[in-house]
């Protein structure tokens, strides 16, 4: 028993050293990472900046903030400056505290660093550089750069609709865009009703055999049917939104216009011939069917003495004749 008792204690004191030693082992083990991550890792003695976008959509005419996010610093007056950068071609948008260039009177600067346009334009289209430079910190500078695209909506398109076609001739309707930012997407309007982009997939178009090109604005007709008449207009749209032409009349007629002029032309040169044909012919019966009254004869002759100096020869053989 007693021995028994006496290596149980041996066994625990071993036990209770060996733990000792051990824990020992862990607070050093911890101790150094504490003391290595002091050193290797300083977060207090670097200036580091973040941004939430570093690609910035912004509408024309509305306002919108650039950010510049200092993450760490411990420089107590940082100095900021803000850069555009359009074309390549570096200016100055803060500066000195203050708002300079482009943005002057537009904007202004929000903390921490951000840069807030009241009142974006297109000519904001740019790329801007955050610059904090902050002279306590180790790592003393730090820059973010942001892409900055302003949206423009599109303005009304110019449309070009024929305004007679002949059906089973080919067909082209154009609508064109140039302000809109992005590039505006084109969509046309059937008497007030959208036309998908396959005729095909709409029971009442079936039979119409247009293709849009969204991208370039252009309606084709490769036959036109009679059912495509009516009114025609076109939308541009963009993400900043849309603009339409007012509705123009595209007529289609059944047979050609022209070859119908042309035909009447025909026609009608035609019937002058004949008719001059016919009178001719019908002068020289009437003097032959006259004749044979002498009252009438002699006043149109004197009449039309030039003209008719020929039948008043006739009239002179035929009284030689009546004598014979
Ligand atoms: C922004 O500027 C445009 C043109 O300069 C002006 O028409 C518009 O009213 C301005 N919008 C605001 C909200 O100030
Ligand atoms: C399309 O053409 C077919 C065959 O010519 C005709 O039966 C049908 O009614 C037409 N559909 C429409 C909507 O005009």
């Avoid at 024309?60 to 760490?72: R, V």
Wanted: aromatic share 10%; with cysteine; charged share 25%.
């Amino acid at each position: 028993m007693c021995v028994c008792v006496c290596v149980c204690t041996c066994m625990c004191k071993c036990c209770d050293r060996y733990m000792e030693s051990y824990k020992m082992a862990i607070a050093r083990i911890i101790a150094f990472i504490l003391f290595c991550s002091s050193i290797c890792h300083v977060p207090s003695l670097a200036v580091i900046l973040r941004t939430t976008d570093k690609i910035v959509w912004a509408n024309e005419f509305e306002p919108i903030e650039l950010t510049c996010l200092i993450e760490s610093i411990s420089t107590n007056n940082p100095r900021i400056e803000w850069k555009k950068i359009k074309n390549g071609i570096p200016s100055y948008v803060y500066f000195q505290n203050r708002i300079s260039g482009d943005l002057e009177h537009r904007a202004q600067l929000r903390e921490p660093a951000n840069i807030l346009i009241f009142n974006a334009t297109r000519t904001d289209t740019a790329e801007y550089r955050c610059e904090v430079a902050a002279i306590d910190d180790q790592r003393h500078f730090d820059e973010i750069l942001i892409n900055l695209a302003v949206r423009v909506r599109p303005v009304v398109p110019r449309c070009s609709v024929p305004d007679a076609v002949t059906v089973g001739t080919s067909s082209e309707l154009r609508c064109l865009e140039n302000e809109g930012f992005p590039a505006a997407q084109y969509r046309w309007f059937h008497n007030n009703e959208e036309l998908p982009l396959d005729p095909k997939t709409s029971p009442r178009l079936i039979n119409s055999s247009y293709t849009i090109n969204q991208d370039t604005g252009s309606l084709k007709f490769r036959r036109v049917k009679k059912d495509d008449a009516g009114e025609y207009y076109c939308q541009a749209k963009n993400d900043a939104g849309h603009a339409q032409c007012p509705p123009q009349k595209m007529e289609v007629y059944d047979i050609d216009i022209v070859g119908i002029f042309l035909k009447s032309l025909a026609a009608f040169v035609a019937f002058i011939c004949i008719t001059v044909g016919i009178c001719h012919a019908h002068k020289h019966g009437c003097f032959s069917s006259k004749d044979h009254s002498d009252n009438n004869y002699k006043t149109p002759g004197h009449e039309h003495g030039v003209v008719y100096g020929d039948p008043d020869e006739g009239h002179f053989r035929h009284k030689s004749s009546f004598v014979i």
